[in-house]
């Protein structure tokens, strides 16, 4: 099973600012790679995935994120945060062809006006 | 669609007592997935139906949890005899083929005293 790593525990962040939140993964077999937001009390949502094709992906509320093979890494981005964009978020990772989601530790990010 | 449907949404018991928790699957997902969420240990799976059919349960803790999934539209997770270690949150997730993306449930937030 894959091991991932979410660099940053916290990331505190100003309104309107730019947030970048990084996930780098332990294997560079086929992936499939997810990002989920978890809103406080409540459940898991996704926010994006890479299954194939384009490196770019571009998700909900404004949020995209970049596939980098060489790197096995999946950053998350967002050009300009919202209060209600404060969160924990959780990068996850599957082999392609396996049941087995790993995710990360979790990002909490806290937005401030 | 309703999506993955889970209760209770809070159960607060005393330690000893059993406890159920309850999971509906989305329409049409045949793998269903229970995860337990702590800050210490983070989101770890603890067991993998596959048509109704326990796949992989080597993340039960130990022989207190079974899990059952009697239908294609109902899966319970039950602690018997409950710990004060056992408080976490309970997610279940489903998908089609237990492959790439899996919708959670809100949870069931369970605190054993």
């Known amino acids: 099973a894959q091991s991932v790593t979410q660099l940053d525990s916290q990331v505190p962040v100003f309104e309107e600012a730019p947030v970048e939140l990084r996930c780098n993964y332990s294997?560079?077999?086929?992936?499939?790679l997810f990002w989920y937001v978890q809103y406080p009390n409540q459940g898991l949502q996704l926010l994006l995935k890479y299954l194939s094709g384009s490196t770019l992906v571009k998700g909900i509320n404004g949020f995209e994120a970049e596939f980098n093979k060489s790197q096995t890494s999946f950053h998350l981005r967002k050009p300009s945060v919202h209060i209600s964009d404060t969160a924990e978020y959780f990068c996850?990772?599957?082999?392609?062809?396996?049941?087995?989601?790993?995710f990360g530790a979790g990002t909490t990010v806290t937005v401030r006006a | 669609d309703a999506g993955v449907i889970q209760s209770p949404r809070h159960e607060v018991t005393e330690m000893g007592q059993e406890v159920t928790l309850r999971c509906k699957p989305i329409?049409?997902?045949?793998?269903l997935f229970w995860y337990r969420q702590t800050m210490m240990r983070g989101l770890e799976l603890l067991i993998y139906?596959?048509?109704?059919?326990?796949?992989?349960d080597s993340g039960m803790p130990e022989d207190r949890f079974s899990a059952k999934m009697p239908n294609a539209s109902f899966s319970t997770l039950k602690i018997q005899p409950s710990e004060p270690r056992d408080s976490a949150v309970y997610f279940c997730a489903s998908n089609i083929q237990g492959l790439g993306i899996q919708y959670f449930g809100a949870g069931t937030r369970l605190s054993v005293l």
């Open positions: 329409s049409g997902h045949n793998s």
């Open positions: 996850a990772v599957s082999d392609t062809g396996d049941y087995k989601l790993s």
């Open positions: 294997s560079s077999v086929s992936v499939y």
């Open positions: 139906f596959n048509n109704n059919v326990p796949i992989d």
